[in-house]
């Protein structure tokens, strides 16, 4: 079994806050879902193959940070609907604090200007 | 074994489900044999996997059709994960159900068989070795019933326009008749236990007791089942109409101020079947209102009207967060 590279270990541990995100603008339903990440990610949207999408909308759902509903479709089919709950956005928005410290933290440290060999500070 | 016995009463692959490609037919099948409940709690796991995976045919051309559809069955996730994800729900909403029913009747058991003095005479032993086995029981087949064999309901196809704004929150006809074959059941009891008091009938020579809380019982059964059958909800673009036992109350979706779940302790009511909500609304004098109203699965478009009551308070509540930004904001 291959292991995922470090890129779509943190692209997967992403992506529960990138779904919320999603979800943030409005109801949507699963292949939504689907095209709204793929249009955020534009390249990197091949990383979240091995990230599945029913096991974590239900996961999310059991937890309280979604609520689901059918409606009608457009051809005649139900189409099921995921909205966020109120706890949902609170879980998002602590997401995107925590984020922000880690981007402060690889600025000052990892990202940091460094100089090149041979010149002078 | 057990996983073809949780299917019954239809453990076999419904052919109405197939969609005419093959590549979504096999997914759907490899899917299904992976899944437990009756044929409708199976049909919501395949309804949401092959709306997915249409939806990803449907958006590319002919030619690469294969290509998207197994891109998206990889997407959705692998046959085996999605079933395991299904059982592992429906096995945790058992373990959830099977003691709330289970301990609700076998005290109600233990009220009537007791206070009733049909078990004055019984040892303690007894009377616990009873209590569990009604318990066990009961709550084994109704956790059982509620979770592997009633699925919530699906909206009609005949309003399948994605341009409906009009529906009609309401029970399905099988509901419908087994609330009257309550009516009529919990009827005949109560109106024994009712002659009982007059020491008439099947349960003549039974307590006074007895009778009094197998009628008190029956009632509250027969007025539940009532209530049930009255209640609706007629949906429009503005507004909505809830039809009970009060008679009909039409609420604009911009009056309402408030919806949110209530203690549980509410579904004692006769008046509120399913989970119990309190819908606060302002009449034309601008004083706030609320009613209790209980919404189960089985209730066709129930989830879909709540989703539309906290869209609409949400929206509201966004529009003045808005506004105090707006007006908080410093002159440049």
Not at chain 1, 69 to 96: C, D, F, V
Not at chain 2, 45 to 60: P, R
Not at chain 2, 149 to 173: G, I, K, M, N, W
Request: proline residues 4%.
């Amino acid at each position: 079994m291959t292991q995922p590279s470090p890129d779509q270990q943190i692209l997967r541990g992403l992506l529960d806050s990138l779904v919320l995100d999603v979800l943030s603008e409005g109801p949507n339903y699963g292949f939504g879902i689907l095209q709204q990440l793929e249009d955020r990610l534009g390249e990197a949207a091949g990383m979240i193959k091995e990230a599945t999408l029913y096991p974590l909308l239900h996961r999310l759902e059991e937890n309280e940070y979604l609520r689901s509903h059918l409606e009608p479709g457009a051809r005649g089919r139900p189409r099921k609907y995921y909205r966020m709950t109120p706890e949902g956005h609170a879980l998002l928005e602590l997401r995107i604090d925590e984020w922000h410290q880690v981007s402060k933290l690889l600025e000052r440290t990892l990202l940091r200007p460094r100089c090149k060999k041979g010149e002078q500070e | 074994m057990i996983r073809t016995l949780l299917r019954l009463p239809s453990p076999g692959w419904e052919s109405d489900l197939a969609t005419g490609i093959e590549s979504i037919d096999n997914y759907l099948k490899s899917l299904d044999r992976g899944l437990v409940g009756s044929k409708s709690v199976r049909r919501l796991t395949l309804l949401e996997a092959k709306d997915f995976l249409l939806e990803a045919a449907e958006n590319v051309p002919t030619e690469k059709q294969d290509q998207a559809i197994a891109a998206a069955a990889e997407a959705f996730g692998k046959p085996d994960d999605v079933a395991r994800r299904q059982r592992s729900e429906l096995f945790l909403e058992f373990g959830r159900s099977a003691p709330f029913y289970g301990l609700g009747f076998a005290t109600w058991m233990f009220i009537i068989n007791y206070f009733g003095s049909q078990m004055t005479d019984v040892s303690w032993s007894g009377i616990v070795g009873m209590f569990v086995f009604n318990a066990f029981f009961f709550g084994t087949f109704m956790g059982f019933c509620m979770t592997f064999c009633y699925a919530q309901s699906l909206p009609d196809s005949d309003d399948a326009s994605e341009q409906t704004t009009s529906f009609v929150v309401s029970l399905p006809r099988s509901s419908i008749v087994a609330g009257w074959a309550m009516i009529v059941l919990f009827g005949i009891i109560s109106l024994t236990a009712l002659l009982g008091l007059a020491g008439v009938g099947l349960f003549g020579a039974e307590s006074f007791a007895f009778n009094v809380m197998l009628s008190v019982v029956g009632l509250w059964l027969v007025a539940k089942a009532a209530a049930s059958l009255l209640f609706k909800i007629h949906v429009n673009e503005a507004d909505f109409v809830i039809q009970s036992w009060r008679g009909l109350t039409r609420i604009p979706f911009n009056q309402v101020s408030g919806f949110a779940p209530e203690s549980q302790r509410y579904m004692v009511f006769p008046s509120v079947a399913g989970a119990p909500f309190r819908l606060k609304w302002l009449d034309q004098n601008g004083r706030e209102k609320s009613t209790m109203v209980g919404f189960n699965a089985e209730l066709k478009n129930a989830d879909r009207f709540q989703a539309l009551l906290e869209q609409t308070l949400e929206y509201r509540r966004q529009s003045t967060l808005e506004e105090i930004k707006e007006a908080v904001k410093p002159c440049d």
